[in-house]
C-alpha cells in the first residue's frame, strides 16, 4: 500500500473546522478504548439500587461514561468553557460520531455531570489517566523517572474561590495532580504528589525537579528522611544568610555570556533544617527592556541532593529542563486559567481538571506515538497497516 499524503475532503455545505480531528478521535476511541477506560466511573449510578426489582427507567443519552469522552473531545477542540460548546458544537453531528457519541451535550448538562462528583469518583478518573500512562505512556517505563513538581493559582476573581493546583509530571505526562484551597501553601502539597507518585510506580528511586515555591525547612527534611534525590532552587540570600557556610567569592566562572556560576559545595540552605545540600549560586544577565525598576542581573541558587556528583553546569542544565513543564500553565487553554472556573463547587473543580489531565495526556500520547514517526514502515506500523 502506497501513501503519499493524507487529503481530506469537504462534501456539500455542511463543512466544519474540526475536520483534522479525525485521526485524533481514530486513536482515543479504537487505540485507547478511551470509553470503554472510562466506564468505571460511576458517578450517575445508584449504589443501594434494588436490581431484582424489574423496573423501566429512561435510558439516560449520556452516560457517565459519554460524559467523560465528551468533555475530553470538548478539550481537545478547544473549547475553553461549557458555556461555549452550545455555539461551538451544537452542528458538529459527525465530530460526535467520531467519538462514539450521537450528539454533543449542551453546557447545562455538562456543569450538572461534573457538580455530582464526589471523592470516590475523582479516584476513579485519577485510576483512568494512570492505566493511559502506564499503557501507552513514557513515565512507567522509566529506570530512573525525574519528577517535576510545579504549581499554578486562580485567584483573579475578588470574592471568589481562590484555588492552587500542584501538578508531577514525568516526561512531560501528568502523573499527579492536586487541587486545593488558594490560601494552602504548596509545600505542603509535596509530599502528597512525591508519596502518590512512589505509589504509582512501585517505589522506583525518583529524582525531583521542583519549584522555589516548594522549598522548606519540612521538605528538606522529608527528603532527607527518604533519601530522596532532588533539585530545587532558592532565593539566593537564604544562603548568604547562612553564618556557617563560607563561600569563596573568587570562585565564579562564566557559563555562558550572559550567565556565571557559583559552586558552594555542601551548604545550609534555610535555618530550619541542619541537613547541608549541594549549592550553585547563579548570576544571569537580564535582557534590556524599558522598565526602570528591572535589574540588571538577578540571583538564584539551585539546591541539589544527588546520589552521582555532576559539575555545577550539568546541574544547572539539568534543573532547567523542568522550563518545558512551566509553559504548560502558561499556554493551556482552559478555565483555570481563564477569569472562571467552571463550577462554583470544590469536588466539581477537580473532576475537570481530571479530565484535563486525561484530554493532555492523550494529546502528549498521540503526538510522541503517530505524529513524530518518520518513513513509512513506522507510520504503518502505528496506524496498524498492513
Known amino acids: 500500500m502506497d501513501i503519499k499524503d493524507i487529503r481530506i475532503e469537504f462534501e456539500g455545505d455542511g463543512l466544519t473546522k474540526y475536520g483534522l480531528f479525525a485521526l485524533l478521535a481514530w486513536f482515543l476511541k479504537d487505540i485507547m478504548e478511551l470509553e470503554k477506560r472510562c466506564r468505571i466511573v460511576t458517578v450517575k449510578r445508584k449504589r443501594n439500587r434494588n436490581k431484582e426489582k424489574n423496573i423501566n427507567r429512561r435510558k439516560s443519552a449520556f452516560p457517565a461514561q459519554k460524559m467523560c469522552v465528551g468533555i475530553v473531545a470538548s478539550i481537545l477542540l478547544g473549547v475553553k468553557r461549557f458555556e461555549r460548546i452550545n455555539n461551538l458544537l451544537h452542528d458538529e453531528v459527525r465530530v460526535a460520531n467520531l467519538v462514539g457519541m450521537e450528539r454533543f451535550f449542551d453546557c447545562t448538562t ?154 558552594a559545595g555542601e551548604a545550609n540552605v534555610v535555618s530550619k533544617c541542619k541537613h547541608k545540600f549541594r549549592v550553585i549560586l547563579v548570576e544571569k544577565k537580564q535582557e534590556k527592556i524599558k522598565i526602570k525598576k528591572r535589574k ?38 482552559n478555565p483555570f486559567n481563564s477569569s472562571k472556573m467552571p463550577s462554583q463547587k470544590f469536588r466539581a473543580n477537580e473532576a475537570y481538571l481530571n479530565l484535563i489531565t486525561i484530554a493532555y495526556n492523550c494529546f502528549g500520547i498521540f503526538k510522541k506515538t503517530i505524529c513524530q514517526k518518520s518513513g513509512r514502515e513506522n507510520l504503518l506500523v502505528q496506524l496498524r497497516i498492513s
Open 110 to 263: 455538562a456543569r450538572n455531570f461534573i457538580n455530582t462528583f464526589q471523592s470516590w469518583h475523582l479516584s476513579q478518573l485519577d485510576h483512568v489517566n494512570t492505566d493511559i500512562l502506564r499503557d501507552f505512556g513514557e513515565s512507567f517505563r522509566q529506570d530512573f523517572p525525574v519528577l517535576d513538581i510545579d504549581m499554578t493559582t486562580h485567584s483573579q476573581n475578588r470574592g471568589k474561590p481562590c484555588y492552587q493546583w500542584s501538578v508531577g509530571f514525568i516526561r512531560d505526562e501528568i502523573i499527579s495532580q492536586i487541587l486545593s484551597k488558594g490560601n494552602t501553601h504548596c509545600s505542603t502539597k509535596f509530599k502528597e504528589i512525591v508519596e502518590d507518585v512512589k505509589k504509582k510506580l512501585g517505589g522506583k528511586n525518583i529524582i525531583i525537579r521542583a519549584d522555589g515555591g516548594y522549598l522548606s525547612g519540612e521538605m528538606l527534611d522529608y527528603v532527607v528522611e527518604e533519601d530522596l534525590q532532588i533539585v530545587v532552587v532558592s532565593k539566593f540570600d537564604y544562603i548568604t544568610a547562612q553564618k556557617e557556610n563560607e563561600i569563596d567569592w573568587s570562585t565564579w566562572f562564566e557559563y555562558d555570556k550572559d550567565t556565571r556560576l557559583l559552586d
Open 296 to 333: 540588571e542581573y538577578i540571583y538564584y541558587a539551585i539546591v541539589a541532593r544527588l546520589n552521582n556528583p555532576s559539575d555545577p553546569s550539568a546541574i544547572y542544565e539539568f534543573y532547567h529542563q523542568r522550563q518545558t513543564i512551566e509553559n504548560f500553565f502558561k499556554e493551556s487553554k
